[in-house]
């Protein structure tokens, strides 16, 4: 069964609005998430890695006053992409580590700014 | 910078065939690579991590292997079945990210494979 969920699935918004995305770990306690974004027929990109009690670390080029991580606890995580543009459509997912070294995704959340 | 290159871009073969699918990456200075599974719209599904030590993993009808001097791996298909259609991706976790955390994966950009009936 799935070991990481997101919420929602899809979303559609208005340009200028909020939206946040929720991941969680359901079967384990997970210190460091990550988020990635894909846009279509490209690849994975990741975005910024989530640590749980402490900041974000962004990638070079994500502007981390737009693409707000918080991760509260140690099963979840959440993504708030401020203000958002036509531009930041895009395929978000979330992935935690295991201890074998395997990366386990979430299913993903399509944004789809308007 | 760590690049990721799958060949080919887009695969179609008739059920049962045997089918390899290659990734080449610039840096061999990697922990694993990986291969992941996503069908249209979804998450990815890990298929297979080999460590930088190893040379070959395989499960049930996949093997993947790994020749980390040369900057290269394939993942082999064996009796292809059209539930296997989707999108198969490699990724390299490499050292720190820019950030100054752990690690991260690079992908490439995947290769679609159809399974025909």
């Known amino acids: 069964g799935a070991v990481v969920s997101q919420h929602p699935s899809r979303v559609i918004c208005k340009s200028g609005t909020s939206v946040k995305i929720e991941c969680r770990s359901l079967?384990?306690?997970?210190?460091?998430m990550f988020w990635y974004r894909q846009f279509p027929k490209q690849s994975l990109m990741l975005m910024a890695t989530?640590?749980?009690?402490?900041?974000?670390?962004?990638e070079q080029g994500v502007e981390k006053d737009k693409f707000l991580i918080n991760h509260a606890s140690l099963t979840l995580s959440t993504l708030t992409v401020t203000s958002a543009h036509p531009e930041d459509s895009s395929f978000y997912i979330c992935?935690?580590?295991?201890?074998?070294?395997?990366?386990?995704f979430g299913p993903g959340t399509r944004l789809t700014v308007l | 910078k760590q690049e990721v290159t799958q060949i080919p871009a887009a695969l179609s073969v008739p059920e049962g065939e045997n089918l390899v699918l290659n990734c080449s990456f610039t840096?061999?200075?990697?922990?694993?690579l990986q291969w992941f599974r996503q069908d249209p719209g979804k998450g990815l599904t890990s298929l297979l991590l080999?460590?930088?030590?190893?040379r070959e993993q395989t499960s049930g009808r996949l093997n993947a292997s790994l020749d980390k001097s040369s900057g290269r791996s394939t993942l082999y298909i064996a009796a292809s079945q059209p539930g296997d259609s989707a999108t198969y991706l490699c990724?390299?976790?490499?050292?720190?990210?820019?950030?100054?955390?752990?690690?991260?994966?690079?992908f490439g950009k995947g290769t679609l494979l159809t399974v025909n009936p």
């Open positions: 992935a935690r580590d295991s201890p074998t070294d395997t990366q386990y």
């Open positions: 079967d384990f306690q997970a210190t460091t």
């Open positions: 989530s640590n749980e009690g402490s900041k974000a670390t962004y």
């Open positions: 840096d061999s200075a990697i922990y694993n």
């Open positions: 080999i460590q930088s030590s190893q």
């Open positions: 990724a390299v976790k490499v050292g720190k990210n820019s950030g100054g955390s752990n690690y991260k994966l690079t």
